[in-house]
């Protein structure tokens, strides 16, 4: 396509050089890629990274509204129920419970004779 011979004729006010010149194409051209081509991809990753950041907006929304708002969204458990008496204690709350000296011992914890005696 490109290989052959070349002659090129200059001419100018001092005179007229010829020159000649043999072309020879030892390897393939590469392809040319099309502008229309080039185009396409940077349109193509361009909308594929645009649909990846509303992906990942619209994910990180959805996370945070579940976590400041965790009564708004369903609860797979079921609700616990309670009966009256487990809620409000009918004045005998205090007598079920059981006797200190049952569980809890005490000891000095610290010696009596670094502390003078008190003023009586």
């Given at each position: 396509d490109l290989q052959g011979s070349y002659v090129c004729d200059?001419?100018?006010?001092?005179g007229t050089r010829s020159a000649s010149v043999e072309i020879g194409i030892l390897e393939k051209p590469l392809p040319q890629i099309a502008t229309g081509d080039v185009i396409s991809v940077i349109a193509l990753l361009l909308a594929?990274?645009?649909?990846?950041g509303i992906t990942v907006t619209v994910l990180v929304l959805?996370?945070?509204s579940r976590k400041e708002n965790p009564d708004d969204s369903p609860s797979r458990k079921q609700p616990i129920r309670k009966r009256p008496d487990d809620i409000q204690h009918s004045g005998r709350f205090y007598e079920e419970?059981?006797?200190t000296a049952d569980y809890v011992s005490y000891r000095l914890a610290c010696?009596?004779?670094d502390y003078p005696?008190?003023?009586s």
């Open positions: 200059a001419t100018n006010s001092i594929a990274g645009v649909l990846m959805k996370i945070r419970l059981p006797n010696n009596k004779e005696e008190p003023f």
